[in-house]
């Protein structure tokens, strides 16, 4: 059974940059036929999709995130990574990761959720 | 963008009664391209249904998806305790949106 389990700080101050690390067990990011994504949900809200990656490293984002958003694969430490640059308030939110099926894009296997909160 | 729009906002119904969920999205979207998820208070969110209509591993009878183009719906046949969360259905298009969710509440 795959397992996710995203890691990083809780507390970010504003215009620094919040980093969060996805684990994967169970199963190698590097197995064919899934990719693997960054999702959030504000408090209260509903969920957004941040980006996903493939295994070889090439990403693609939501056009309204692009500019502040990288995600990053290590397939040595079976992760993947999210770095959201020069955050405010608004990026206040519980960040998921999540397996993608790469043919018809749901997500199937989910993190728990980690409670990113952005504050001085 | 796609936009998903659900109805009703909240649904009010009792254990034992049967559910639809709707699913309206502002372009058409291949049936492949649709699932729906549960999300329970405080956990994470869990495939239900993809492809329109095809059930998750280990996701009851009880749920069933139908629908094409732009009109989709979430059928929950025999409402159990555990079933009362909410749901959001989520397209494939350009970019991967969710609806804004349906809450589904004990009358």
């Known amino acids: 059974q795959v397992q996710l389990q995203e890691s990083g700080p809780g507390l970010v101050k504003p215009s620094e940059t919040l980093s969060l690390t996805c684990a994967v067990s169970?199963?190698?990011?590097?197995?064919?036929?899934?990719?693997w994504s960054w999702l959030r949900q504000h408090p209260g809200q509903g969920l957004e999709w941040i980006g996903y990656?493939?295994?070889?490293?090439?990403?693609f984002y939501n056009p309204s995130l692009k500019r502040l958003v990288k995600i990053s694969v290590d397939t040595s430490k079976n992760h993947f990574s999210l770095r959201v640059n020069s955050v405010t308030a608004a990026d206040t939110a519980v960040y998921y990761c999540?397996?993608?099926?790469?043919?018809?894009?749901?997500?199937?296997?989910w993190g728990q959720g980690t409670l990113v909160t952005v504050s001085s | 963008e796609i936009v998903l729009t659900q109805s009703p906002g909240t649904l009010s119904l009792s254990p034992g009664e049967r559910a639809t969920l709707s699913c309206r999205a502002s372009q058409s979207v291949p049936s492949s391209y649709l699932a729906w998820y549960q999300q329970r208070l405080g956990q994470a969110p869990r495939l239900l249904i993809y492809g329109t209509s095809s059930r998750a591993t280990g996701i009851p009878d009880r749920f069933s998806g139908s629908g094409s183009e732009t009109d989709f719906t979430l059928t929950i046949s025999r409402l159990e305790p555990e079933d009362f969360a909410v749901y959001y259905c989520q397209q494939y298009g350009r970019s991967l949106t969710f609806g804004q969710g349906t809450r589904l509440e004990i009358k």
């Open positions: 990656i493939y295994s070889s490293g090439s990403a």
């Open positions: 999540a397996r993608t099926d790469g043919n018809y894009y749901h997500f199937d296997y």
């Open positions: 169970g199963g190698s990011i590097s197995g064919g036929g899934f990719l």
